[in-house]
């Protein structure tokens, strides 16, 4: 009898584990846009964390004010990536909800 729960626990692992693959590639289709400076600098990463878009409004743009527009840069990337972050984190989490014991600490789940 254990040998069989093995058996059906060593499946319900495989499954797990393949829609994580098919999660974590949808994930590269999944965006998120946060904005910066009441939306002067928007940036948009995909759920694997990547930057594919940074949009500048062209008055910020042409300001003259590099610093400004450096920390406006970084704060919405920065605010991107967290949320991108986030999204994955929600996504993976819903693939693992209810196999993995609620306090059981398993790196990558």
Do not use: C, R, W, Y
Request: glycine residues 12%; aromatic residues 0%.
């Amino acid at each position: 009898m254990l040998k069989g729960g093995m058996q059906g626990m060593m499946k319900q692992i495989q499954k797990m584990q393949a829609e994580m693959e098919k999660t974590q590639s949808e994930l590269g289709n999944k965006t998120v846009t946060e904005e910066s400076g009441g939306g002067m600098v928007k940036a948009t990463a995909n759920g694997k964390k990547e930057i594919i878009s940074i949009v500048i409004d062209e008055e910020v743009a042409s300001s003259g004010d590099k610093e400004m527009l450096e920390d406006l840069v970084v704060a919405a990337v920065n605010k991107a990536l967290d949320s991108a972050g986030k999204m994955a984190e929600d996504s993976m989490a819903s693939v693992t909800k209810g196999m993995i014991p609620p306090g059981m600490n398993i790196p990558g789940f």
